[in-house]
Each structure stands twice: as C-alpha cells, then as structure tokens.
T-cell receptor, first 118, second 109 residues
C-alpha cells in the first residue's frame, strides 16, 4: 500500500521557538495533503488542506500565520508551528491522497508527530 | 451542523463479537469510513461504504444505511490486539472527512 512518512516523530521545543514538521508521500504523488491535530482521547481535527503549488486552505479557527503550510512538490508538505506555546503541544498527523487515484476513497496517513512545547 | 455520533467506550471478551455503531448527519454524503487507531499512532484504514449494505473483509465487516444515516463496524473473533479506538468518518459534499470522536474498544481475556 501507499506510504506516507512524517519527520520528526517526536519533538520537544522551548516556548517561543518554531518547529517544522515534514510529510512525504513515498511511493505516490499527492496533489492534496491534509494536516490534522489530535488532542488526547479526542478525534482528529482538520487544520488545513495543503494543495501543491497553491496556498493552503485553513479551517475556521486555525491561525494561518501561526501554522505555516508549504506544499512545494507533489511528494512533500511541511507544517511549521511558529512561536510555539505549551498549548500547541499535541499530536499532529498528515494524510495524503493519491493524485492518480481518481475518486479514490482512501487517505493515507503518516505516523504522526508528537510535539511537546515546554 | 454536521455531527457524527459513536459510543465513547465499549468492552468485549476475547473471541467474541462486537458491533460499534455510528450515526451521522452531514451536508451531503460521499462515503463512510472506519479507521482503527492504536494509542499514540496514526489511524489505519479499515473499510469504506458508499452504497447500502454490508462489506466484509476478513474478521471485520461494515454496514451502511444511507436512509437512516447509520453504519456499524462488526468485529468477529476478537483478539487482544483489537484493543484500540475505532473512528467513524463521513465524507461530505465537499469531499471533506468529518470525524467522529472515536470508540475506545477494550478487549478482556
């Protein structure tokens, strides 16, 4: 099956610093990637839809200047958490849709990144 | 508004059968998905239903009734490794996935 990787898997950073998370589709091209956030014992919350070569579409309530998304190629999207605060600590998950999949129903998820801001 | 309901937690015995229900109210419907998520890991795809009826895949089956806005995931011959959260998600008219809060399934020996 299709594989999506995320890097890093875990990161601890100090308050006020920025952290970049990478999401890569390893064996397929992904025009569209999705970034989710998940709090403990809660469901996934869609933060933004990342489109290759264009600006990301952010969900209501998500600060685009704080969560910078770049989708520079068909296999890579990055999420940068700027000026991180402890409340940004969370599990961040990306997913990707295969561009060649037509109306493919499946999103392929990365393994997630655990961010802890101290 | 859009809403997906599923039980918060269920307990079952190893070797038994369990049914996890999901009801939904969404803006349009373009398919319903079930995902399994172990603690600290990303979700993994289990099943997809877009037409009414039962889809069987090994020990797991998923049922859909679009007229009732209802689905269930049926797990047979439960194993300890099936202890996980099971997420129901509906793809709406904009092809966005709307997620339920997940059902934590606890398997006891």
């Amino acid at each position: 099956g299709a594989v999506v990787s995320q890097h890093p898997s875990r990161v601890i950073c100090k308050s006020g610093t920025s952290v970049k998370i990478e999401c890569r589709s390893l064996d397929f091209q992904a025009t569209t990637m999705f970034w989710y956030r998940q709090f403990p014992k809660k469901s996934l919350m869609l933060m933004a839809t990342s489109n290759e070569g264009s600006k990301a579409t952010y969900e209501q309530g998500v600060e685009k200047d704080k969560f910078l998304i770049n989708h520079a190629s068909l296999t890579l999207s990055t999420l940068t958490v700027t000026s991180a605060h402890p409340e940004d600590s969370s599990f961040y998950i990306c997913s990707a849709r295969d561009s060649e999949g037509g109306d493919s129903y499946e999103q392929y998820f990365g393994p997630g990144t655990r961010l802890t801001v101290t | 508004g859009q809403n997906i309901d599923q039980p918060t937690e269920m307990t079952a015995t190893e070797g038994a059968i369990v049914q996890i229900n999901c009801t939904y109210q969404t803006s349009g419907f373009n398919g319903l998905f079930w995902y399994q998520q172990h603690a600290g890991e990303a979700p993994t795809f289990l099943s997809y239903n877009v037409l009414d009826g039962l889809e069987e895949k090994g020990r797991f089956s998923s049922f859909l009734s679009r007229s009732k806005g209802y689905s269930y995931l049926l797990l047979k011959e439960l194993q300890m490794k099936d202890s996980a959260s099971y997420l129901c998600a509906v793809r709406d008219s904009n092809y966005q996935l709307i997620w339920g809060a997940g059902t934590k399934l606890i398997i006891k020996p």
